[in-house]
């Protein structure tokens, strides 16, 4: 019996979001008296491989496979379910990514497992019960759910659990799926990635967001100058989308991306309670306006009444001479 | 083209969430139940696709009585017909299951659902129908096209970037902007909702794998550090020496 825990891989390193699954996944072992393995496809160096030691993997069984290094759900959902036959998992975790929540789905189908997705905390493991906690409403409540399968699938919200670092190594060993061709008939016709050198929004710590308040595309260089001395993700509200002032990927809220970084930065934007479900689970949330009602400073925890153009180039500046 | 569309009954965008005393169910008092947002991007453009191929859409929902407005909404929008699964939807796998039976019987060419329901957030229902069917999801989709009458061309969203799938009918799709402009039903769709089908089906019985045992609602912040414009650069020095994000 052991906690399964799939990790993504991008450009060959271990997604950050992985390795908050890799963590939680080391700690619901250590909790059930088990051990985590992780399992890892696709292009993935052997150094980040083995680094998962430092989140608690004792092994990863690596599928090296180079067609998966583009999600095929079929092909993936065979290579887990073979690792979870493998290991007799028990448990298994997921980053609540589109790929987790799309392959926990189907594997709880297949295995006959429970599943929870959008999961915030470690379960309840006490009297044989396995109770998580996810979050439901948009972020306005939490339900406490009880997993009744015998196999317990788990995708983590992202940004909430804190990855340690404690200087392991993992074993690494060959798993090979014998994957057929016809495994691969849903591959993507092409992958696009978004032209950036910044930084991902749903994995950022820290995100600067702007709104109507900002009254123009062209002013959107003062989003992203504060961003790049932070080293954060760009996001917006949903009209600035709408209005093609922003691609719609960088659209949070309701209907949008929900987005729960450290630090959110609100720019110009009111604060709709549509808007605030996507971002609402931020840990430290600072709202710029010039409005001194806006809706937003009541979900605020530092504040500016003031007026964009003004008190952007200021915080730029801040940001710029802090060493980092 | 035989085109399903999944709804699900949501709180209205901007209600306010309770809970029942003991915390284990959500208080229905005073909330305006509305068709799910993304839900609505998947009717549609299911629509805008009968109406360029031919066809019939059906809205289906998992639901008790209390549904039916909404159902009558969507066949207002649009819809031919409707079923609903008299049933209160216990968890995601129970929805899948009774999805899934309905499908089995009446073999479409596409199911299109939501993103994710806003009450449940599960992100889960539209794989597990794929997966009940054998068939293939394409989940979250922000584009769906035609090439022929047997495939189709689906954007959708990957973390940092998108994904060009094409797929043969039948398919799982999910939606979410910008696949399609909402449209708000006029006095004539209103009009003739009221005598298009809404068929009432009994569940199959199905496992449920998931028990929603109480609710809560996030800790209340703590209120806000007002910061003069003037000394805007305070607002740095605080995120890192005060709040430690920076
Ligand atoms: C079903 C549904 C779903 C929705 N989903 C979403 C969603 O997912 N995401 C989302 O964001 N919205 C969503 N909305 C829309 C939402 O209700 C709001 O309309 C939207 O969030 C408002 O965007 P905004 O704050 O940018 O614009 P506004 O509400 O116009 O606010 C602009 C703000 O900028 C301030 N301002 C103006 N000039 C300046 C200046 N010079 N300096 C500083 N501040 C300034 C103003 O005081 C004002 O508070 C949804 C709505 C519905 C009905
Ligand atoms: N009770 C229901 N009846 C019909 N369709 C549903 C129901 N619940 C969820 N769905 C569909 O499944 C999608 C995903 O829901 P969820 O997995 O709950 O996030 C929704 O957008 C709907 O299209």
């Given at each position: ?24 996944g ?6 059930l ?9 696709g292009?993935?160096?052997?150094e ?30 065979k ?27 189907k ?49 983590i ?11 392991g190594?993992?074993t ?28 991902l ?52 809220g ?6 729960s ?8 934007i ?5 808007h605030?479900?996507g ?21 605020a ?20 001479a802090?060493?980092? | ?40 991007y ?17 809205v289906?929902?998992?639901?008790e ?7 009558r ?51 889960q ?42 797929v ?34 009994e ?44």
């Amino acid at each position: 019996m052991s906690v399964l825990v799939f990790v993504e891989g991008l450009n060959g390193e271990i997604k950050k979001s992985s390795l908050e699954a890799a963590t939680y996944g080391s700690q619901v072992a250590q909790q059930l008296g088990t051990t985590a393995t992780a399992v890892a496809i696709g292009e993935v160096h052997q150094e980040a491989l083995t680094k998962l030691g430092e989140q608690g993997i004792s092994k990863v069984l690596y599928d090296g496979d180079a067609r998966l290094s583009q999600f095929v759900a079929d092909a993936y959902v065979k290579v887990i379910a073979k690792a979870a036959g493998q290991e007799s998992a028990k448990v298994l975790i997921f980053s609540n990514s589109n790929i987790g929540a799309a392959i926990g789905a189907k594997l709880a189908v297949r295995l006959n497992g429970s599943l929870a997705t959008n999961v915030t905390e470690l379960p309840k493991t006490d009297g044989g019960s396995f109770t998580v906690t996810r979050g439901v409403f948009s972020g306005k409540a939490f339900a406490e759910v009880a997993l009744t399968g015998d196999l317990k699938i788990i995708a983590i919200k992202k940004n909430s659990i804190d990855i340690t670092n404690s200087g392991g190594t993992a074993t690494v060993e060959t798993l090979a799926a014998d994957l057929a061709d016809s495994d691969f008939v849903g591959a993507p016709k092409e992958t696009v990635m978004q032209e950036s050198d910044g930084v991902l929004l749903p994995e950022a710590e820290i995100v600067v967001s702007g709104g109507r308040g900002m009254k123009g595309p062209e002013n959107w260089h003062l989003i992203e100058d504060l961003a790049s001395a932070l080293g954060a993700a760009t996001a917006c509200s949903k009209p600035v989308s709408d209005m093609d002032w922003r691609p719609h990927h960088e659209h949070v809220g309701q209907t949008g991306i929900t987005v729960s970084p450290n630090l959110y930065i609100a720019i110009g934007i009111s604060g709709a309670i549509q808007h605030l479900a996507g971002v609402n689970s931020s840990k430290v949330i600072v709202v710029i306006n010039k409005d001194p009602e806006a809706p937003f400073f009541k979900a605020a925890d530092y504040g500016i009444v003031g007026d964009a153009f003004e008190v952007v180039p200021k915080l730029i500046e801040a940001a710029k001479a802090l060493d980092k | 083209m035989k085109i399903l569309v999944c709804i699900s009954n949501v709180p209205d965008t901007t209600a306010k969430i309770n809970f029942t005393a003991d915390n284990r169910e959500f208080d229905k008092n005073g909330v305006q139940f509305v068709i799910n947002p993304w839900d609505e991007y998947a009717l549609t453009r299911a629509i805008e696709l009968k109406e360029a191929k031919g066809g019939t859409v059906t809205v289906l929902n998992v639901g008790e009585a209390d549904t039916e407005p909404n159902i009558r909404k969507a066949l207002a929008i649009g819809a031919d017909d409707a079923i609903r699964v008299n049933a209160f939807p216990k968890d995601s796998f129970f929805v899948a299951q009774q999805i899934a039976a309905v499908a089995k019987e009446n073999s479409y060419d596409i199911i299109l659902m939501g993103k994710e329901s806003i009450d449940y957030n599960g992100s889960q229902v539209h794989n597990m129908v794929g997966e009940l069917l054998g068939i293939p999801s394409v989940v979250p989709a922000f584009k769906l096209d035609m090439v022929d009458d047997a495939t189709a061309r689906l954007e959708r969203e990957i973390e940092g970037g998108k994904e060009v799938v094409e797929v043969k009918l039948p398919f799982v799709a999910s939606a979410q902007q910008p696949m399609a402009e909402p449209r708000i039903p006029n006095m004539r769709g209103i009009m003739t909702a009221r005598t298009k089908p809404l068929k009432v089906a009994e569940p199959v019985s199905a496992d449920v794998k998931a028990d929603y045992i109480n609710y809560s609602k996030p800790e209340k912040k703590g209120g806000v550090k007002m910061i003069e414009p003037e000394n805007a650069g305070e607002l740095i020095t605080l995120l890192r020496n005060e709040a430690k994000v920076l």
